[in-house]
């Protein structure tokens, strides 16, 4: 072997023949390397393949989902002739109008999303019914139906129904709705009708609460919508104009799919990187198994480098291996995700293939393997050859080498996942939260092997070699604290999301809601209203309020206003500031509001008008009491002090205002009513439906319990997902324990061996580990409980900014089960080292 030293040690070629033949095609020893990257990098390559598909058919569908080049909305009222003359410089125009209405057919009735277009609808992409038609506009005296308003009112096509005052005949049912996406949340589902049918049909009465759209196909295709949205702003700025153009058809839809998918992909991550402490205990129970193999290999001659090309390459190819496996199943499973999303967000339900997802999954599965990976290889190839013949008595210390390995891999980790990251801050933040629980569970393990040290000693012999367990030379303790402190942390993480989901979902909303919303109720008719439901029910709560549509447009200090034009960015928390809100005014404080500075105006108030604001609003644009805010109201600008500033309980589920003006501020412009309805003596609502439907044709009658099912099928949805991306990680927390124990699998061969020599049974034996894994959980119970539930609120409350409404009783049963469950697997972990035969073991050392 003289030669070989001389000439530096064996070249790649050499390596790999010596790795081939030594590594079994089924890769029996790294199997729990392949699971772990399998987990790992396979719902990475998922989240990532599905989120980038949805990306990319919001950017290139951008025309289609908002029917136009540019969308211009306006609440209340149409494009007068010169804003229309305007508008059409720039290309075709196509109008239509938007409200919430309640269609009816007999009894049955329905609140639907009643969407008016005009004989160019839509610009771009096809409408088509199930029938198999393409179409536009219904003609006269027809609609089209989504297939819920039909099963809702219980009519065929070809049936009549009733919208308002009119009568329409149901022409078809809608299969493929193009713009359906950029229409945002509607309570109910849609019926498209002609542009002239809510007028004719008594829903456009002035103060209505309605939004006329126009949309332009631009004649320039390459002409910037930005521009064109600066150009008709400076040209109309009290037009009170909404603008959305192809770039961002949906930004609900973007913010949604950006959230999620920044949440799904740490979540992924952090799988990826409890898995990769399995792998890490994964890589020392191999190269433990082949201790006498590079032994072998160091007295014939090899050098640390070849220990290090050699092995390396077999752990090199298992972790490729092991990662292409995960992005075969995260491309497989993408289909599956898309069609049961195609009908939320614009995804196929077919193969989807996306190269930078896959990439950067497949990155950050090498970089983890590499990262957990290192120090076993790199401890194993500086040691001599009697130091690894003699390893199981002798442990081999930590080679610093490593350090830079692990800190090189690190370092690619952080700066991959913020360089990628739509959020970097959160990513940093996940980052930093990983890294110190990390921290945590090593100096947990430290104390623990003190502890266990210091503590006199039981008098029985078990407890006695259970606690030695913890603290003696060799020990795994360490491994297992993150191990079990990991899975148990995964487990809580998932109960308490679950439950705290399912508690806004079925506790706090319905306790708090009323049982109807209903709106555009024309001011001259409030007491007839508040008559026909109290022939109802007597007791009925029923709040009344003005309800109208303004958008800010200036405030601050008198004399020193600050307009919203002219700001380059909306301050955060500031979203009151984004297009048009909506107002009210109020002679007493609202319920469920406190006033926390200035004072409110007297009944009758005739001074200067004033207005109230939310603390939180005046907070983020740094508003005072006895400052101006100045909001359009139908074109017409006006101005109002700040007499006081209130805390609004937003969970109240009635009508919450970020403004409520002094009735003599806005009392004189057009308006109408909305109010809700609470019914204390429940019972049949369906008469008090149908009176109110059919008094009040051109009012929107919301049932409550319609924006529960909706809200629930949303949160559920959310839940699922989490559901998902939580049991990845709790897979890879089990798989990380089972790491732990082959790691020590070798030692612990030993010292069985050692125990029934001396006589010890396999049942003594058992309890021993039984005992030493029961001690482990029940310190890291508390740990665990306290680490998941953190997360399960940031979670909860920082990312879905739902309320923090847990079950106890369930966690900490799901705990108890997660306990038994890691016990369980520790001890199935534990029955080889039974079955070893003590000659055997004995000459083995």
């Known amino acids: 072997m003289s030669d070989h030293a001389a000439a530096g040690g064996l070249s790649w070629t050499a390596a790999w023949t010596l790795a081939r033949r030594e590594l079994n095609l089924r890769f029996k020893g790294l199997r729990l390397l392949l699971v772990c990257l399998f987990l790992g990098t396979g719902a990475l390559a998922a989240i990532g393949t599905l989120t980038g598909a949805i990306d990319r058919e919001l950017e290139n569908r951008g025309q289609e989902l908002l029917g136009g080049d540019l969308e211009v909305e306006i609440w209340q009222r149409s494009p007068n002739a010169e804003e229309f003359a305007a508008l059409a410089r720039y290309g075709e125009l196509s109008t239509g109008t938007r409200l919430q209405v309640v269609a009816r057919n007999g009894e049955n009735t329905a609140p639907v999303g009643l969407k008016a277009v005009d004989g160019k609808y839509p610009l771009y992409g096809a409408l088509t ?20 308003a039909m099963d809702r009112l219980d009519i065929a096509v070809g049936d009549t129904f009733r919208v308002g005052t009119a009568t329409l005949r149901a022409g078809g049912v809608i299969d493929t709705e193009p713009d359906k996406l950029s229409e945002g949340f509607q309570l109910g589902p849609t019926i498209i009708v002609a542009e002239g049918v809510p007028q004719d ?28 949205e600066e150009e008709l702003t400076d040209a109309f700025p009290l037009a009170g104009f909404d603008f959305r153009d192809r770039d961002r058809a949906s930004p609900g839809a973007d913010r949604f799919v950006d959230r999620m998918g920044e949440f799904l992909t740490l979540v992924g991550l952090a799988a990826l990187v409890i898995a990769g402490i399995g792998i ?33 390459l077999q752990i090199g190819l298992a972790a490729v291996v092991g990662s292409l496996a995960g992005l075969a199943a995260g491309l497989a499973i993408t289909p599956l995700l898309g069609m049961a999303l195609q009908d939320l967000l614009p995804v196929e339900g077919g193969f989807v293939f996306e190269p930078g997802a896959l990439l950067l999954a497949s990155a950050y599965g090498l970089l ?39 800190g090189g891999g690190l370092f690619a980790i952080v700066v991959l996942a913020l360089v990628t990251s739509n959020d970097p801050l959160l990513a940093g933040g996940f980052l930093a939260g990983a890294a110190a629980m990390l921290l945590l569970l090593a100096g947990l393990g430290m104390a623990i092997r003190h502890i266990a040290r210091a503590v006199p000693r039981p008098a029985d012999p078990l407890l006695r070699n259970a606690l030695a367990n913890l603290h003696r030379p060799g020990t795994s303790t360490g491994a297992l604290v993150t191990a079990l402190g990991f899975g148990l942390s995964a487990f809580v993480l998932l109960a308490a999301i679950q439950t705290a989901i399912d508690g806004n979902i079925r506790s706090r909303v319905p306790a708090e809601a009323p049982d109807y919303f209903v709106l555009d109720i024309p001011r001259d008719q409030a007491e007839d209203f508040r008559s026909l439901v109290r022939a109802e029910d007597e007791d009925a709560v029923i709040r009344t309020v003005p309800a109208l549509r303004g958008s800010v447009t200036a405030y601050g ?53 004033q207005v109230s604001v939310d603390e939180e609003f005046a907070a983020a644009i740094d508003l005072q009491v006895g400052d101006t805010i100045t909001v359009a109201l139908l074109g017409v600008e006006r101005s109002a002090r700040v007499a006081n500033l209130r805390r609004i309980d937003w969970e109240s589920m009635g009508f919450n205002y970020v403004l409520v003006f002094s009735p003599n501020a806005l009392e004189d412009a057009p308006h109408n009513l909305a109010a809700t309805i609470e019914l204390p003596n429940t019972g049949d609502t369906g008469p008090l439906l149908r009176g109110l439907v059919q008094t009040f044709p051109s009012s929107s009658v919301i049932e409550v319990g319609q924006v529960l099912v909706q809200a629930r099928e949303i949160l559920g949805q959310v839940g699922l997902a989490t559901l998902a991306a939580a049991s990845v990680a709790v897979l890879a927390g ?15 061969t030993y010292d069985t061996v050692v125990m029934r020599v001396l006589g010890a049974s396999r049942g003594q034996i058992l309890w021993m580990q039984f005992l030493e894994y029961a001690l482990l959980a029940l310190v890291l119970a508390g740990v665990a409980l306290a680490i998941g539930s953190a997360l399960a609120w940031l979670v909860v409350t920082q990312l879905f900014e739902f309320d923090w409404l847990p079950d106890w009783g369930v966690v900490l049963a799901v705990l108890g089960a997660g306990l038994a469950l890691v016990i369980g697997f520790a001890i199935l972990g534990s029955l080889p080292l039974l079955r070893a035969k003590p000659a055997q073991a004995l000459r083995a050392l």
């Open 129 to 148: 019914l199930q029938d198999g038609r393409t179409v536009g506009a219904p003609p006269a005296g027809e609609a089209w139906l989504g297939q819920g």
């Open 201 to 228: 049909a008594g829903l456009l009465q002035p103060g209505a609460m309605y939004q006329s759209k126009t949309r332009i196909a631009f004649t320039d295709p390459s002409r910037d919508p930005e521009a064109v």
């Open 280 to 312: 890490g205990g994964g890589v020392s129970s191999y190269l433990e198994a082949r201790r006498s193999s590079i032994a072998t290999l160091k007295v014939l001659g090899a050098t640390s480098r070849d220990i290090t090309r050699i092995y390396g």
């Open 368 to 406: 983890v393997a590499l990262v957990f990976a290192a120090t076993p290889i790199l401890r194993a190839r500086r040691f001599p050859a009697m130091a690894l013949m003699r390893a199981r008595t002798s442990p081999l210390t930590r080679d610093r080498t490593a350090l830079k390995w692990v």
């Open 557 to 609: 200090p008198e004399g020193d206003l600050t307009r919203v034009a002219d700001l380059e960015e909306i301050p955060d928390g500031a979203w009151a500031l984004r297009g048009e809100r909506g107002l009210t005014y109020a002679e007493n404080v609202p319920p469920g509001n406190t006033i926390v500075e200035g004072e409110w105006w007297g009944p009758m108030w005739q001074g200067e008008p």
């Open 734 to 748: 089990l798989a990380v324990l089972l790491g732990a124990i082959a790691a020590a699998r070798a030692a612990r």
